[in-house]
């Protein structure tokens, strides 16, 4: 599928206080492109229960609904597509074996990477960790802010920088180079997620002004 760059925010849904539905209604009011599921380490019955749910919100919607790390699943709950880890299966495995899919999205986490992904071109890529997070068991190197404008500007499909990324921080992630960005606990750990996601999304609309 093809994805237009400079879509902005792209949410990762991790254990968000307010519940998985409800953090992806807000999502939808504030016209986000991407929400995803990640539940790790959760039972595939629950996560499946809480995927059919944010399904059925993002359905008919402009925000387009992924799946993290598991392309069946993600075909069990008629999501939009899956995003890939580098430990998860292969990228070219799933694309054939899963075409009913529009979306692959891979996680990179250095320019190696971005550069084997070239030969594959998914719809988009994760590079990250940006900054250090605490939401990865196993966390990846710090790229920092000119370590991943690096793998931005070597991408060979729209890129989204991911990890640690905040309120403070984010003007700077901005400046760097990205067109997109993804935060988890800025929203996820949010009562109201709406306007945590609003006060993003001015932050980042303002930010190299």
């Known amino acids: 599928m093809k994805i237009e760059d400079g879509f902005g925010l792209y949410l990762v849904m991790t254990d968000p206080v307010v519940g998985y539905a409800k953090c992806a209604e807000a999502a939808v009011r504030c016209g986000v492109r991407f929400v995803q599921l990640r539940m790790k380490n ?4 629950d996560v499946l229960k809480e ?5 059925a919100v993002t359905k ?6 992924i799946m993290n790390d598991d392309p069946e699943l993600a075909v069990k709950c008629e999501a939009d597509g899956v995003h890939l880890g580098q430990g998860d299966m292969p990228l070219r495995l799933a694309m054939a074996r899963f075409q009913g899919l529009k979306i692959f999205g891979l996680s990179t986490h250095n320019l190696g990477q971005v550069q084997a992904a ?3 071109t998914p719809d988009y890529i994760g590079v990250g960790p940006v900054y250090a997070t605490p939401t990865k068991a196993i ?6 802010v000119e370590g991943a404008a690096e793998m931005i ?10 990890g640690g990324i ?3 921080n984010l003007p700077n992630v901005k400046r760097a180079g ?11 750990q949010n009562n109201d997620p709406e306007s945590a996601i609003r006060r993003l999304q001015e932050i980042w609309a303002t930010a190299d002004k």
């Open 166 to 168: 905040n309120f403070e």
């Open 139 to 144: 966390p990846d190197p710090t790229l920092g």
């Open 51 to 55: 995927a059919r749910e944010v399904r």
């Open 178 to 188: 990205a067109r997109n960005f993804s935060v988890v606990r800025a929203v996820c």
């Open 118 to 120: 070239c030969e594959f």
């Open 153 to 162: 500007k070597a991408a060979p499909c729209p890129a989204v920088a991911i």
């Open 60 to 65: 008919g919607t402009g925000t387009l609904f």
């Open 42 to 45: 959760a039972a595939p019955e």
